[in-house]
Structures are given as C-alpha cells and as structure tokens.
C-alpha cells in the first residue's frame, strides 16, 4: 500500500506546486495521474521517488516513510536517460550491481525478453530508436523488482503507434510482478488503455480533483463503447477541473482535448 | 472521438502481433542499421590521396624550379637537400639523439602538467568551496604568457632540464585544467538524477557517471596540452639547450644551415602527429560509444 498523506510541495520561490495531496493505492494498482500542464503531475511524481522532499505531508509505502531514493520504488523519466557510454545489457542491469553475476545476467536477459530487445543488448543506445530507448528505460527500473513503479509521461515523445506498442511491455512486465503502478500522462486514451484508477488533477496550486474508476477487462479494445464512456467521463472531470465554476455539457468536454 | 478511435484501430489491427510491430519499427527508423558510413578502405585511400596533393604539388614544384635555375636553393633548399641533411642526421645517429632529449622533455612535462590539471580541474569541478579558492587565482596565472615564466623558472631551476620540463607542464597545466573542471561542471544533471535513482554512494556516483561522463572532453583537453607541450618544448630549448630538436633549430640559424632547420621542423611535426596519433590511438576504446566525429578531427 502507496499512502500519500496531505503532501504538500512549495517551492523555494513560493510557488505552490501541490497543496493537501491524499492518495492511497493499493498493491498492484495502476493509477494514472492526468490533468493539464503546470498541476505538479511531475512534482508529485518526484516526491515518491525521493528525488524531491515534501514541504509537509508523508509518503508511506508499506509503513515505511519515503523522504529519499526507495529500494522498493523505481522511476522511468520522460526521456529515456539510458547511459551512453554503458551497452543496451548494461544500462538494463545498471541498478543490480549488488547482485552476482549470474542472477544479473538472467535477470537482464529476460528484462530484454519482456521488451523485445533481446537481440540488441550489446548495441550503443545511440543505435536505438526513441522507442527502443525507452523501452530499455522500462526495462532498467523492472528489472529491480520494484514494489512501486513511477513512470513521467514516458511515451510522450513517441508516435501513436509506438507507444500501443509500448503500452503492451509495460502491461506484460506489470502482470509478471503485479508492482503499485504510477503513471503520469496528459494522453486521456493512455489512462483508459492502462489505468485501474484515473486520477484528475487541479491546477494552481496542484490538487487532486477527481478520481474515475476504470473497472474493465484487459486486454482492452480502445474503440470499445466501455472503453468510449470511460474516456468521456475522464474528459468530462478535466474539463471540469479547468473551469471549476460552469458545469461542462458532455461536447465542449469532447472539445477540451 | 469516435471517429478517431476507429480509425486508430483500423490502423493498428492489421500487424497486431507483437513480432510484425516492433519488426516494422526497427526497419522503419534508420537509426538502428548496423554499418553507420560507408568507411570501404577505397574510401579512406581516396582521401588520403586528396590530402597528398596540395604537400606533393609544393614539394615537386620547389624541386624542379631549383633544378632548372628558376629559384635559388640558398635560403630555402630544395627538398632533396632536405632529405639527404635527414638522412644524414639518421645515419650518424644523431637525429635520435635530438628526438629522444625531446621527447623525454615533452613527455615528462606532459606528465606533470596533465596529472595537475586533472587534480586541479577534478577539485574545483567538484568542490564548489575549492572553486571560489583556487578558480580566481588559476585564471590570472592563466592570463600570463607562460614564455614570461622562462627568467623566473631559470633563475629558480637553472638552465638544465628541470626549468623545461616545467615551462612545458605550465603550458599543459592551464588548457587540461579548463577542460576537466568545464567537463565536470557540465555533466548532464539527468544522468546524475539515474544515479540517485538508484541510491549510488557518492564514490559510486563519481566512478559510474561522472567519470565516463567526463572523459570525453577530459580526451580532447589532453591532446590539446600535448599540443601545447610541443610549443613549449621548441621554447624551452631554443632558450639554451646542447640537444634536442630545437636546438638543431638554433644551431641551424647560427650556422645558416636552412636544411638543417627545416630538416628539424620536419621531425617536428612528424613527432607531434605521431604522438597525437598514439594518444587518439589509446583512447580510442575508452570513447567507442560517442556519437560524434572525434575520429575525423
């Protein structure tokens, strides 16, 4: 269990980035954090991984408090950030240095098996594709079995079609651990393709706003009429988060994207 | 929304299997075909014989207007001149002599001045706290012509190798410095974030990113001191020296022997190319996974 308790986040000049965040999530969720630029989606990630201290509030994960780096917690940035100078293989065990060489060469192997790269783990990641890229990125931070996975917009810079494709690694990696699954998206379609929860966020200062359940089967057909109504209520609660003053009639919602 | 969805689908269904995608995106992005250039060893004897045309042209021009009269051989000899006043050199065994005290002076003083100004550059680009200390003081030595050292070191050292091989470590001190503590100051904070990701103890951090991170431009700063160190090597011995390539130099000035001098300043730039070369050569493997055009430089 993820529990974020009243997290609030102000930044050293005075910028309210999150204020009061309560969250709890269970083992094995996946909640997709969505809501529009500037609502601290990013901010809140960081603050799980430890990357950033909270200005009040507690993160607890399985009654531990989080206030830096978590073993248990692993984080896949929007961009890539696979090391240059390490191979495809090297950059997936990069965090498994204290393991012995055996069980880090299997674990690294099937990591690649999982994301379809097997063959290129002794390529340079300059010989990747963006896609590719990313994918070893996923690959480096499963590979060290987190009970807590954060993900930043991670298939952001990539064409529609990539990112399907990612979305089904990202799926078969999370059904063989069943890791707490965070991810921040702005990419509505991605939330209802992935997420048990969708969480809307509020900008100015970062509020949660709405939480949508997403209960349907995987694997799941986007152009499903469940799949259809789940997009459109989540796009009806952004559009409602934007103008908090007006209730949104279900085609301006359509419009907001 | 409707209509979106449905053409998306329309479009992803037909290679649905996992295999036929991310085949289709390997082939699709040019980024991930295995031979880079076309670097056929065609290729590269091609362009190493349109480097040898402009020196063979200037060679074979001054050889023949000094054979037919049309230029005197006096002040600038003609490069048989050039080679039979090498050659003669090599045979007696001279030349070797010359080389090697050179080489020994360059060499030493590429040592010190490169050992320093990695510490130095390792220290202020590391420690903020070292930087205010020591950063002001190295940039206004660095503002001095390192020549104006040269009455200091002799009246400090002497006049044997020591104040040399110092001049030389002062000239390769200042670029190596500049380029460790720049190349420290600019590793990619992103990369820095993965280490903390993964909880690296500082030492970690600095052996895993920082390290690789730096040495690249750490490379480039080294061959530029070596550079340097052949500069200085040429002052220091022209200032008094009883051998060395420099002081064939001198000797060939005194003596109006411009075969001599330019015999010299051939073996010069013989030795500096081949003492790059063998650095580039070293290094190479540390480098193999960039991305840039280092090996064309």
């Known amino acids: ?257 | 929304m409707n209509e979106s969805a449905a053409t998306e689908r329309a479009v992803i269904e037909p290679a649905a299997t996992a295999p036929v995608v991310s085949a289709a995106h390997d082939a699709a992005d040019g980024t991930a075909s295995p031979k880079p250039r076309g670097d056929t060893f065609w290729h590269r004897g091609g362009r190493l014989a349109l480097g040898l045309i402009l020196p063979l042209a200037l060679v074979i021009g001054w050889e023949f207007a000094v054979r037919t009269g049309l230029a005197q051989g006096r002040l600038m000899p003609p490069p048989s001149r050039i080679a039979a006043t090498l050659h003669d050199l090599a045979a007696s065994g001279d030349l070797w002599m010359h080389v090697q005290a050179t080489l020994v002076r360059v060499a030493l003083g590429f040592a010190f001045g490169a050992l320093a100004g990695i510490a130095a550059g390792a220290l202020t680009g590391a420690l903020p706290t070292a930087r205010h200390i020591l950063d002001p003081t190295l940039q206004a030595l660095r503002a001095v012509p390192s020549l104006a050292w040269v009455p200091l070191f002799i009246l400090w050292l002497g006049i044997l190798e020591t104040p040399k091989v110092t001049l030389i470590a002062v000239g390769v001190f200042f670029p190596v410095y500049i380029g460790v503590a720049g190349a420290i100051a600019s590793v990619d904070r992103k990369l820095i974030e993965v280490g903390r990701i993964f909880r690296l103890s500082k030492l970690q951090l600095a052996r895993r990113i920082l390290l690789p991170a730096v040495l690249p431009a750490t490379l480039t700063a080294l061959r530029t001191g070596l550079g340097l160190g052949f500069l200085f090597v040429v002052a220091a011995e022209l200032m008094g020296a009883s051998e060395g390539l420099g002081y064939l130099l001198i000797d060939g000035q005194q003596f109006s022997k411009a075969d001599q001098i330019l015999a010299a300043i051939i073996a010069f730039a013989i030795l500096g190319k081949l003492a790059d070369a063998v650095l580039v050569a070293v290094t190479r493997p540390l480098t193999r996974w960039q991305d840039t055009a280092r090996e064309t430089l």
């Open chain 1, 1 to 257: 269990m993820l529990t974020l308790d009243s997290l609030s986040k102000t930044y050293s000049d005075g910028t309210r980035a999150l204020e009061r965040i309560d969250l709890a999530v269970p083992q094995g969720e996946i909640v997709a954090l969505i809501g529009g630029s500037g609502c601290g989606k990013t901010t809140l990630l960081r603050l799980v991984a430890g990357l950033d201290r909270a200005s009040e509030g507690r993160i607890v994960l399985d009654g531990e408090r989080i206030a830096e780096p978590h073993p248990g917690v692993g984080l896949v940035f929007q961009e890539p950030r696979l090391l240059p100078w390490l191979d495809v293989a090297d950059n997936v065990g990069f965090g498994l240095g204290h393991l012995p060489r055996a069980e880090r060469k299997a674990r690294i192997t099937h990591a690649l098996d999982m994301v379809g790269l097997a063959e290129h783990a002794g390529r340079w990641p300059r010989e990747l594709s963006g896609g590719q890229q990313q994918r070893v990125s996923i690959a480096r931070a499963f590979v060290a079995n987190p009970r807590v996975l954060l993900l930043d917009e991670p298939f952001s810079a990539l064409d529609a079609f990539t990112r399907k494709d990612l979305h089904g690694h990202l799926l078969a990696l999370w059904q063989e651990t069943k890791p707490t699954i965070l991810i921040v998206t702005h990419d509505v379609g991605e939330a209802v393709a992935l997420a048990d929860r969708a969480v809307v966020m509020r900008p100015k200062p970062g509020r949660l706003d709405d939480a949508i359940p997403l209960a349907l089967a995987r694997p799941r057909d986007p152009a499903s009429p469940h799949s259809e109504a789940a997009t459109r209520r989540i796009l009806a609660a952004l559009d409602r988060s934007l103008k908090p003053a007006q209730a949104a009639a279900p085609t301006e919602a359509a419009q907001w994207w």
